[in-house]
């Protein structure tokens, strides 16, 4: 046995010294780098190490020789796992260093959007604290006018005798409207309060403005001329909240495509308006000034019915002109009441008399269809046409050709004269733009309004200093064009395909939208103010009726009362009423 047992040890020993000088020494890893002193006292360390193994080797039992061998192999195994670096050597320590590294780049990124969002949130606060000053200033100015106009209206009350016959006979016949418009403004308190503060800022900053120049604007105590106009734009949409059906007009088989109607406009004294579209047929009917009358009594519900109920009334055009291809615009000359321009799917301009029911002039020069003709409103001789071979042409009733050719880059799809000047043009063009020329020099536009995503399908003049633009982004834009600024972005109604029509007076922007729905946005506001949706026959149109669109719309000059037509065909006279 102990023979045995001297040649177990002798055969461990073996085993033993040959694991360990198998094995990689724990220094051979270890960066050759680091300082002389510390290299030398592992090298020591290492020594003794394997002084000791061999030491071990020779006295230790078959057990500790177990032990030791099983000691190395775990070593070597940690070796493998960890690519040959030992636990807690320096490769470990730079891997450590590297995830702290980036944990403190992760903590300094934290860091910044916090002082960044801390920073937007105090200059939003500071900025709601100055809204909180002008609107305490505003209720505090407000309040003491409600208080003056109230003794002024008792005193006036006495003078005449109402206070003391039915003292509550004012609060009886106000109550009512009061109460309606509240609630009217609590519902489209946001987009109030947009036009509010702007207005309000933008005094105080012209305010500031003059008092570098040393100019005062005010003279009375708590005057502010950005509340004023706001009070007369909250006044104007208070007043007008919904449309009213005064009359409606329905043109052949109301389900066929034939009877879209591309556009729709009065004549210079709203006295007859025109209509024109894919059925190549311009139609003249007269605006009956019952209509009027019914738009002045509210009660008259009869009457209403007994127009809607009579179409030789009203279906019926005074005055009808056919053309040889589908029309998409037509323009009433301003001063000549009997002369209108029309423009066709195959490029040509036509200048019709309505008297005679004869065209006067035909202008072919445009290669591709025509989308756009305007008469200018200041030269009654001089129109603009626009068309899908990308030219501008300026037209003169004198003349059989073009006086002015403008070339673009993209198809052109809305023209329109400045009311207050015969030498500037807006062009609607499908590159996403507006550009806007001086006739006298063509060589490039004077200013070119970006905003818009998609094809802009309509520019129309709300005053000679404002613009407003329709595109298939489903939006609407007003621009200040002596200013070369965007002031506001409309949306609410739904334009992505189709020409859906625009018409604009001093105050109010109208629009089509493809639900079949006319939209009212007041400038001041980028909300709608009102809608108004056409029916539709479901079960005569099947699916189809889901596809009609509101294609044609058109004011009455600066009054309340609208036209507006459909995809089907149906004319609407709309009449704003609160």
């Known amino acids: 046995m102990e023979g045995e047992s001297s040649v177990g040890a002798l055969v461990l020993t073996m085993n033993s010294e040959a694991t360990i000088s198998k094995m990689p020494p724990p220094t051979e890893e270890l960066d050759k780098d680091m300082f002389p002193i510390c290299m030398q006292i592992i090298k020591d360390a290492s020594l003794l190490e394997r002084t000791y193994a061999r030491q071990v080797a020779k006295t230790a039992s078959p057990y500790e020789h177990l032990c030791q061998a099983l000691q190395q192999v775990c070593y070597w195994l940690w070796s493998v796992i960890y690519g040959g670096r030992w636990p807690y050597g320096p490769p470990c320590r730079e891997k450590r260093k590297m995830e702290q590294e980036e944990a403190d780049t992760n903590m300094r990124i934290l860091l910044d959007f916090l002082y960044c969002l801390s920073k937007q949130k105090l200059d939003d606060l500071n900025e709601i604290q100055t809204d909180l000053q002008y609107i305490e200033e505003d209720i505090n ?40 418009k509240k609630k009217w403004v609590r519902a489209k308190l946001n987009a109030l309060q947009e036009c509010y503060l702007q207005k309000r800022r933008n005094w105080v900053r012209q305010a500031c403005k003059e008092q570098d120049r040393g100019t005062d604007t005010s003279n009375r105590e708590g005057y502010n001329p950005g509340l004023e106009d706001f009070q007369s734009v909250l006044t104007n949409f208070t007043r007008c909240s919904q449309f009213r059906v005064v009359a409606e007009l329905r043109q052949g088989d109301l389900f066929h495509s034939a009877n879209i109607v591309s556009s729709i406009e009065f004549d210079r004294d709203d006295e007859l308006f025109a209509t024109a579209g894919v059925s190549r047929r311009i139609k003249i009917f007269e605006f009956s000034k019952s209509f009027e009358e019914l738009r002045a009594d509210d009660h008259r519900e009869a009457s209403y019915n007994s127009v809607m109920n009579e179409p030789e009334d009203v ?16 323009s009433w000359n301003k001063y000549m009441k009997n002369h209108i321009a029309s423009s066709d799917y195959e490029g040509i301009v036509t200048v019709w008399d309505v008297t005679t029911r004869q065209s006067i002039m035909e202008y072919v020069e445009h290669e591709k269809r025509a989308w756009s003709v305007d008469f200018s409103q200041n030269e009654p001789s001089m129109l603009v046409s626009g068309s899908d071979d990308c030219k501008v042409k300026i037209w003169c009733t004198k003349q059989e050709a073009s006086v002015l050719n403008i070339d673009m880059k993209a198809n052109i799809c809305s023209v329109k004269y400045n009311p207050g000047s015969s030498i500037h043009v807006a062009v609607g063009s499908a590159d996403h733009h507006i550009h806007y020329y001086d006739l006298r020099n063509i060589s490039q536009p004077l200013y070119v309004f970006r905003g818009h995503r998609k094809t802009v399908s309509y520019v129309k003049f709300l005053s000679s200093d404002e613009l407003a633009s329709s595109s298939t982004d489903s939006t609407l834009r007003l621009w200040d064009v002596k200013e070369n600024l965007a002031l506001r972005t409309f949306r609410g109604h739904t334009n992505e395909r189709n020409f859906v029509g625009l018409t604009v007076n001093s105050e109010y922007i109208a629009c089509g939208s493809e639900t079949n729905e006319v939209f009212l946005y007041h400038k001041a506001i980028s909300k709608p103010a009102a809608s108004h949706r056409f029916s539709t026959d479901l079960e005569n149109g099947g699916d189809d009726a889901r596809s009609y669109f509101t294609s044609a719309v058109c004011w009455k000059s600066d009054s309340p009362t609208m036209l507006t037509a459909n995809s089907q065909g149906t004319i609407k006279v709309l009449v704003l009423a609160a």
């Open 315 to 330: 279906h019926c055009p005074v005055v009808e002109m056919s053309t040889r291809s589908k029309l998409s615009c037509v």
């Open 141 to 180: 100015y407000v309040e003491k006018k409600r208080i003056e106009l109230s003794r002024e209206n008792d005193r006036f009350s006495l003078k005449l005798g109402m206070f003391a016959d039915d003292p509550n006979s004012q609060l009886v016949t106000q109550s009512g409207p009061n109460a309606s």
